[in-house]
């Protein structure tokens, strides 16, 4: 009689992980890896955060782990400067086609294009390279598949993860970049005006490099609100952490607080994903 007591019908049991099951995949309850219940906690902070405040969307490669996370990654967004990332990765692509190294007025634009985040610069860099029918057939080689440039480079669109592709490609060894190259880029990322070193950077912690492209603009047709984007990566002396993100956000009542936005969301991840 006992044995029959505590007998559980099978049914019942595939009904409870049935049950279990959907509600993992709505998000009520955590999965079950700790990397998809670290997913689930930044999914559910990002939630919580977005209801206050104007859109914005996440990406995260993790390269030391080989993994990734998106949030809203598909949802299309202004560039502003932060594609002069993608400027200076065409210019060294065309460059490296020619088998030469850039030029010294190249390099002197590419410097304040970076650094300065000079405009006059970048549009030189960008009309050396075929304007927006160039930088498209260059973003293509270089994996990006949601970028639509525009003849006025900042009004360019983007998503998410298609700024993570960039950078991805930017840190893999299969790159057609060499590896020459993409330092070059970095260090010049690394080196950013001290007034523009927010975003990503904002989450480095001791020894470890935080190489950056921010992108701030206003515009007309939001009500003069402001685009604030921050890519870069976060990485350590002995590459344990080697991760890249990307926020992308419009709608700020002020550049101040988009900083204050993106660099919230840029420690969320690093709390939640635990890198």
């Known amino acids: ?16 992980l049935a049950v279990a099951g959907a509600l993992i995949l709505a998000g009520v309850l955590p999965p079950l890896t700790a990397e998809g219940r670290q997913q689930w906690r930044l999914t559910n902070a990002l939630d919580d955060l977005a209801e206050t405040s104007p859109a914005f969307a996440v990406a995260v490669l993790d390269k030391a782990n080989d993994r990734e996370f998106s949030y809203h990654g598909s949802d299309g967004f202004d560039t502003a400067s932060a594609v002069k990332v993608a400027v200076l990765a065409c210019v060294l692509l065309h460059a490296q086609d020619d088998d030469r190294t850039l030029t010294d ?10 650094k300065a985040s000079d405009n006059e610069a ?4 960008f009309a050396s390279v075929g304007g ?17 440039v525009d003849d006025e480079w900042g009004l360019t669109t983007t998503t998410a993860d298609d700024q993570a592709r960039l950078l991805g490609t930017l840190v893999n060894d ?9 330092q070059y880029l970095f260090d010049l990322m690394s080196a ?5 070193v927010w975003g990503v950077p904002s989450a480095a912690r001791d020894g470890e490099q935080a190489p ?22 976060l990485v350590s002396a002995d590459r344990t952490t080697n991760v890249s993100v990307v926020v992308l956000s419009h709608g700020n009542t002020s550049k101040e607080d988009g900083i204050a936005l993106v660099e919230k969301i840029v420690a969320a991840t690093r709390t939640h994903l635990e890198y």
């Open 212 to 233: 950056v492209k921010n992108g701030w603009d206003t515009r007309a047709d939001d009500g003069d609100r402001w685009v604030v984007n921050t890519l870069g990566r």
């Open 192 to 196: 950013v005006n001290a007034d523009q």
């Open 132 to 148: 927006a029918a160039g930088l498209t057939a260059c973003d293509e080689r270089l994996g990006m598949e949601e970028t639509t």
């Open 105 to 114: 007025e190249e390099r002197t634009r590419a410097d304040r294009m970076i």
């Open 174 to 182: 299969q790159s057609e970049l060499t590896v020459e190259r993409r």
């Open 122 to 125: 970048t549009t030189a860099l």
């Open 1 to 16: 009689m006992l044995r029959s007591k505590l007998f559980v019908p099978i049914a019942a049991v595939v009904a409870v």
